[in-house]
């Protein structure tokens, strides 16, 4: 089983807790991302780079990702494919996505792109708090649990 990143937008301290986890427990880890990204020394972690354009790393990971492996990404029309196909999407702040609740994230999203698109300033999302990074560690850590 692999590992998927959703590279271009993941905190550093996600992608640390990752590269731990994937030398720890020898699982292989593909960073895919439009620009270069720098990864550790290791046989289990790669990046990819693909070209700059809308969704072309998310169309990378969707074509290569396979049933039962895991996506990181807070992308939720990512999320909602990779599931499609039968993958496990988890957030970088630790929310699984699931059968259940990606299509109320996909209609909240839409939502709110409607807002913007209309200037309403919605704001962005909170920093990266440490429960969220804890909470990350946790599901990816239940994940890596479930594959051995």
Known sequence: MKIW???????VVIKEILFRAA?????????????????????????????????????????????GELVITNDIPLAAEVIEKGCIALSTRGELFTEDNIKARLNMRDFLDTLRSSGIESGGPPALSQSDRQQFANQLDKWLASKR
């Open 5 to 11: 990143v959703d590279a271009d937008a993941c905190p």
């Open 23 to 67: 030398d720890r427990t020898e699982t292989p880890l593909t960073l895919v991302a439009n620009q270069p990204i720098r990864v550790p020394g290791s046989r289990f972690i790669k990046s990819i780079q693909v070209a700059s354009g809308f969704d072309v790393a998310d169309d990378e990971i969707v074509k290569r990702a396979e049933a």
